[in-house]
């Protein structure tokens, strides 16, 4: 079966400090990995996507996530956090051998940037 | 350019009764896909249309069911509502469907109390 871990509920970290928001998956074959945003009463935002190729994949508001293929893991990270990060984090898959835009979510972390 | 809105925001209903939610896409985006969002299972797909196709399913009663509109925008209806129903049903537009890695945009949401 297809699906998403994401071990933590909530993450803390003080402001500036780098942080970590982590994922694993667990799916047949090379999947399509996503990281969203969501800020509360909106909906989701994208933040960056892994297709193939380099490892360290860029995104928005200075985001980044590292896909560890043996590990099974795309976790999201940035090097110096911001109070205006906190908010509710979604890791998803979409495994290459479906068709459409069917995605399977993580549960979500929440991130708490304190000042 | 204008994102995707979701109609209405918010509404109460009792059970027993339906209720259609209205989602219009960003202009150009063919795709439209529904998920319900809950604390307890979290973002669950529940279908995706494109040019007025149903192209995926998720694993939900016959009594949530769709439709789209050859301008895009896209209609979600549940009937003989159940308490469990009580979410917030989100809409994601993209340009198109297939085997890429597309992006999901999303509405803000319609959150749905059932009494």
């Known amino acids: 079966a297809q699906s998403v871990a994401q071990p933590e509920d909530q993450v803390n970290v003080a402001e500036g400090n780098p942080l970590t928001v982590k994922c694993t998956y667990s799916v047949s074959g090379n999947p399509y990995l996503f990281w969203y945003v969501q800020y509360p009463n909106r909906g989701l935002q994208f933040l960056l996507k892994y297709i193939t190729g380099d490892n360290l994949v860029k995104g928005s508001y200075g985001f980044e996530a590292e896909f560890n293929k043996s590990q099974t893991s795309f976790h999201l990270k940035k090097p110096s956090a911001l109070v205006s990060d906190s908010a509710l984090y979604f890791c998803?898959?979409?495994?290459?051998?479906?068709?459409?835009?069917?995605?399977?979510f993580g549960a979500g972390t929440i991130l708490r940037v304190k000042s | 350019k204008a994102g995707v809105t979701q109609t209405p925001r918010y509404l109460i209903k009792t059970r027993g009764q339906q209720v259609t939610l209205s989602c219009s896409p960003i202009s150009g985006h063919r795709s439209v896909s529904w998920y319900q969002q809950t604390p307890g299972q979290g973002l669950q797909f529940l279908f995706e249309?494109?040019?007025?196709?149903?192209?995926n399913k998720g694993n939900f009663p016959g009594r949530f069911s769709g439709r789209q509109f050859s301008n895009s925008r896209s209609e979600m209806n549940v009937s003989t509502l159940e308490l469990g129903d009580s979410a917030l049903y989100l809409c994601a537009s993209s340009v198109q469907t297939g085997s890429g890695a597309n992006v999901l945009t999303f509405g803000a949401g319609s959150r749905l109390t059932v009494l």
């Open positions: 249309y494109f040019s007025e196709t149903q192209r």
């Open positions: 998803a898959v979409r495994p290459l051998m479906e068709y459409g835009n069917k995605l399977v």
